[in-house]
């Protein structure tokens, strides 16, 4: 009842590619919630760029998904660096080495 018709995915992750500063996009996920699409993705930066030029990458490539797909009303994207992109580097175990940096 609440799918996303998958060109409109494929839209997203166009317009997501296509931002100053984005090196590709992983997992991209888009819902309807009521009349509004909201989106959540991940995308692949370059790993030498600071938290701040990242949040910026961010942000431009969400106002291009808005531009995209005017029916987007938000969108939670997590930057990866480009040598940690994909989901296995959420799932690593040594977890405790990033709380000692």
Do not use: C, F, N, Y
Request: hydrophobic share 50%; aromatic share 0%.
């Amino acid at each position: 009842m609440d799918a996303v018709d998958p060109t409109l995915l494929a839209r997203a992750e166009q317009a997501l590619a296509e931002a100053p500063g984005v090196l590709g996009v992983g997992q991209l996920r888009l819902r309807w919630i009521g009349h509004r699409l909201h989106a959540e993705g991940d995308l692949v930066v370059p790993a030498d760029l600071t938290l701040a030029r990242a949040h910026d990458v961010a942000v431009a490539a969400e106002l291009r998904l808005k531009v995209a797909i005017p029916s987007v009303a938000g969108a939670t994207l997590h930057p990866d660096p480009a040598s940690l992109a994909g989901r296995r580097h959420h799932q690593r175990d040594d977890v405790g080495a990033l709380d000692a940096g």
